[in-house]
């Protein structure tokens, strides 16, 4: 029995230096390693499409900013009214992080004056476009200047949506883009309501926003010195191009410079 008694504690104690040994060789556990540091959000780009158009006015100038790592949506508006159009652009730039560069063409400086006003919006890029006052609508904006040629061919249906007939998209609104490509564009315009020229803004975002000016100095649509003026009124840094209303179809690249300089210096602010 006494020889049993010293062979178990013999083994029971060579168990326990073996089970000491082991948890003492078991390196210990790594610290956690420190949460990543979000990144930090990057200033992004949102488009305003104006009427007679839709989003695939910009297929051109998209590309050019993707290429230099900026984000860019482009809105698809219903052109029902400035209210429903205001509504949609706010609704896109809420979904954004970090700032944004708000760009409209035509009806859509209108659209940008108001929802401008977004605490998100660092500036905003007008291109050939309205650009009201508070209190403004956009049809008022032409007083004093002659009707320009592209308005006087406008069509309006029973519902008093307005379109641009093939004849008039091809020599008034993209004179300067090959005509395969304006009979495109006619067929993917988005008619607006032309009740909608006649809404006024009720605040003007430029007041309060840093921003850009691109006048189309062939523009047929919008007077060019009426385009002057405005850019003028709201105290935007201005660049002139020799296009048709739609520079961004017709010099893609010129207008995305302009664009990326508001993204730059948003960066900045």
């Known amino acids: 029995m006494t020889t049993l008694t010293t062979t178990l504690r013999t083994i029971a104690i060579a168990a326990a230096v073996v089970s000491g040994a082991a948890h003492a060789a078991k390196p210990a556990a790594a610290p956690a390693a420190p949460a990543a540091a979000s990144a930090p959000a990057v200033t992004s780009v949102v488009i305003v499409h104006g009427a007679f158009a839709d989003g695939s006015d910009w297929a051109k100038v998209i590309p050019l900013l993707q290429a230099k790592g900026v984000k860019v949506t482009a809105i698809q508006n219903p052109l029902t009214s400035l209210k429903d159009d205001v509504a949609v652009t706010r ?4 979904a954004q992080t970090g700032k944004v560069v708000l760009v409209g063409h035509s009806w ?6 108001e929802a401008g006003a977004h605490d998100k919006v660092a500036a905003l890029v007008y291109v050939a476009a309205f650009a009201p006052d508070a209190g403004q609508a956009s049809a008022e904006l032409g007083h004093g200047y002659a009707p320009s040629p592209g308005i006087g061919k406008l069509v309006a249906d029973s519902e008093g949506f307005v379109t641009l007939p093939p004849e008039a998209m091809r020599d008034d609104f993209a004179q300067d883009v090959p005509a395969a490509q304006t009979a495109v564009m006619s067929a993917t315009q988005g008619p607006i309501k032309g009740s909608a020229f006649g809404e006024k803004v009720s605040n003007a ?20 010195q009426q385009q002057r003026a405005m850019a003028k009124k709201i105290g935007a840094r201005t660049t002139v191009l020799p296009s048709s209303h739609v520079p961004q179809q017709s010099r893609p690249a010129d207008v995305a410079k302009v664009i990326l300089e508001a993204v730059a210096a948003s960066k900045q602010g």
Not at 91 to 94: F, Y
Not at 108 to 113: A, D, N, P, Q
Request: proline share 7%; aromatic share 10%.
């Open 108 to 113: 859509g400086g209108t659209v940008i004056t």
């Open 91 to 94: 609704r896109v730039l809420d």
């Open 205 to 224: 975002a430029w007041k309060v926003k840093p921003s850009w000016y691109i006048v189309s100095s062939k523009d047929r649509m919008i007077d060019p």
